[in-house]
């Protein structure tokens, strides 16, 4: 039985105690055919082994059994929030991917810069992949553009790919995209999905009149193409929900994103692990909650890069006795899906998980491994079921009933 | 989180991958209270134990603890439809257990013959247990009546048991049983359960005064008496779900009807289990999925014959090589329920299951057996959600969420 928020927020409590969520990036991982080893089983991790060995493991399922997740499904599941509950649209997701401050009530759509021929159909959904320099530079001409009353964001992302927010009064996000997602034919014209909408729709259509216009002269960039208009959901804050004082440390901006999505504070932080570790022991008595995000692991995994992920995975257990050091009250070390080097990608195996508390049950668990996870207490169940369990480890949950 | 087929059909792509999935009916067992050991477990089974510990192995709930589940949602779970929401009529699955050439729009209803006495009243409700020669020989007097422009076919299913299938315009199933199952009591007059099915209400009970009148010199078999009206089904198809080209093969009539219910194409096939392989080999590369039906293992446990289920599974093992000479993408191999010998009928343990592919993370399980399952990385899960893992398993599966 899953537990619902509404159940955990009914007996949530605050007190003195505080709580490390470390989130090692694709964690999870697949065996080297030569050696039969995972790439966190290949990896020498003295302070996770013990860790594990004093705590309590098991594997968890970001989604459900086969489900690959992207980052943010795996996230919102680490922060107890149903991914398939709880939806992010494609545009909110790719401007909080850039760090675009959003506002309430912003619409956000993804876009490429395309090719359009003379008649107006396109020839390159993606301008032939200009450069990201280019796209910056593009950007610039069409920032800041208003219509009727609202104003128009436009950023670039990485090459062809940009976003397009608009802000103002009164903007509905549920209207059609612009992108064919074809070639060989025009781009269609944005349509309201309900009534309210027309505006909306109205609006991002002149936008892309104007963006024609102006791009006229820049082929092959001479078009956009938009999609996935979105506003930021409004999901009940952790603060609302676990009645702490969260903070998140990510040297990456998509992780910062989502963080704040459920409210978290986010921290100034640097690009390298011991950064991240730094800031969490400046912080460390102003939270009682950390999100902490190693990113590194995940990059290797999607490289294909086994041996570089084995060594990002020994650098945080080195930095790890740092975190020990500061003595939390608990400490929960996962990942928000695996990331096999050898699948060069995001999979659905179960993502290994240990956690550290005083009032943990320990299991005979003495390394940080999927196999040995595979045998530890925790057994094996759903990312969304961690947070209440890493709040009961830290005394933060009440009875439930009489 | 159990995956709904809603999530499903927006991430499964179709993929030049295959995958097979061999179901041992009645896999499952209890040990033997002479040696200890299940059937499974006492089997000499060479290659499902290769196949064991190359693969990854676990324990699944049909339909959830405790609960036996009967053929159809044993196999409904196992084709990733949730038995508890996916439901077949009584009348349907009788008709689809004999092979009966379902239409849509038809209403099957299950019967018996029965005997009643000079003033009606019911003094045995399976007329003696007449044969099964003798039910087809008073079937045959009652088959294709016609009332008000509706069809009646009448087919013997077993000794006294017959299905009355009605087929015509403007059929609406939700009538009331004629038998009251129990004697000394007259058959019950069947009433529509919602106004719409008024007329249909009427043909069946102007079907039963006919029959009552044709049968009356066939003491003991001189009444019939219908129950579980029901209309085939509209399930999503796996083609539609899945993006499958799936085949079945099966030489009992119930479980080619259960996989036609979710749109799979059923081979004709033989008796025995090397006719089954044979037909697989046959169609082996028309198809990405085969479901692949093994009764002898469930009839030897109905039986109460340890031995004899032993020896099915031993002659599936032995037949196993000529799967896995194919090399599918993924082979899962499992039951659609327990049927141990010593209950001599279907239970409620959970059931061993293999998975086999090239991506599945390896557990250190090297027999297939209940105990060695226990300890396996898919750990214990429902069997609705194999499919899911199949599909990730054959990378047929795209990222959920970005």
Same mark, same amino acid.
């Given at each position: ?56 493991? !098991? ?6 059994? %086969? /489900?690959?997740?992207?980052?943010? &499904? *795996?996230?919102? =599941?680490?922060? #107890? ?7 992010? !649209? ?6 909080? %991917? /850039?760090?675009?401050?959003?506002? &309430? *009530?912003?619409? =956000?759509?993804? #876009? ?7 008649? !107006? ?6 301008? %032939? ?274």
């Amino acid at each position: 039985m899953d537990i619902s928020l509404e159940l955990i927020k009914e007996i949530a409590r605050p007190s003195p105690t505080n709580i490390v969520l470390l989130v090692i990036d694709g964690l999870g991982g697949l065996p080297n055919p030569e050696t039969g080893k995972t790439e966190l089983e290949t990896a020498n991790t003295p302070n996770l082994d013990k860790l594990a060995t004093k705590g309590i493991c !098991g594997l968890t399922d970001p989604v459900g059994s %086969g /489900i690959t997740p992207g980052s943010s &499904p *795996g996230h919102l =599941a680490l922060f #107890g929030y149903n991914p398939v509950t709880f939806n992010i !649209g494609r545009g909110v997701l790719e401007a909080i %991917g /850039i760090d675009f401050d959003l506002h &309430p *009530g912003d619409v =956000a759509a993804r #876009g490429n810069f395309c090719t359009v021929d003379k008649t !107006g159909l396109i020839t390159d959904r993606r301008a %032939g992949r200009i450069s990201t320099e280019k796209c910056a530079e593009l950007c610039r001409l069409l920032d800041g553009l208003v219509v009727d009353n609202i104003k128009i964001f436009v950023c670039p992302v990485r090459e062809h790919r940009l976003i397009a927010v608009f802000r103002g009064d009164d903007l509905v996000p549920d209207v059609s995209d612009s992108d064919p997602q074809q070639v060989g034919v025009a781009p269609k014209s944005i349509t309201a999905l309900r009534p309210e909408a027309d505006r909306t729709a109205s609006i991002a259509n002149q936008f892309i009149a104007q963006a024609k216009a102006t791009l006229s002269g820049h082929y092959p960039a001479n078009m956009v193409l938009l999609r996935g208009f979105s506003q930021q959901p409004h999901f009940p804050s952790m603060s609302e929900v676990y009645k702490l004082k969260p903070a998140a440390i990510a040297s990456y901006p998509m992780y910062r994103g989502l963080a704040k999505l459920v409210g978290m504070e986010v921290l100034e932080t640097g690009t390298t692990i011991e950064d991240e570790f730094a800031t969490l022991r400046q912080n460390y008595s102003s939270y009682d909650f950390f999100f902490l995000h190693i990113k590194g692991t995940d990059t290797a995994g999607e490289d294909g890069d086994f041996n570089r992920k084995v060594g990002v995975i020994e650098q945080v257990d080195n930095t790890l006795s740092e975190l020990i050091s500061m003595e939390p009250d608990v400490i929960v070390v996962t990942g928000d899906h695996s990331t096999p080097a050898l699948l060069k990608g995001h999979s659905w195996h179960p993502v290994p998980i240990l956690l550290y508390s005083k009032w943990c049950r320990p299991d005979k668990v003495n390394e940080f491994s999927e196999s040995a996870c595979l045998l530890g207490g925790l057994g094996r169940f759903p990312a969304t079921q961690i947070m209440p369990l890493a709040m009961a480890n830290a005394l933060k949950l009440t009875k439930f009933g009489a």
